[in-house]
């Protein structure tokens, strides 16, 4: 019983840390394109 209890928080808490990850990695990606989003662009997207 506490081993599953213990099991399933350990799986949880890896996907929701790897969720979290996923984010920061795409955000990082994007500042360093110089990417702020769909609808807007940096100084080197208006060229």
Do not use: H
């Amino acid at each position: 019983m506490i081993f599953s209890i213990n099991f399933i928080m350990i799986t949880v808490s890896i996907l929701i840390s790897v969720a979290f990850y996923t984010i920061l990695e795409r955000k990082i990606l994007g500042y360093i394109q110089t990417r702020k989003g769909p609808n807007k662009v940096g100084m080197l997207g208006i060229l």
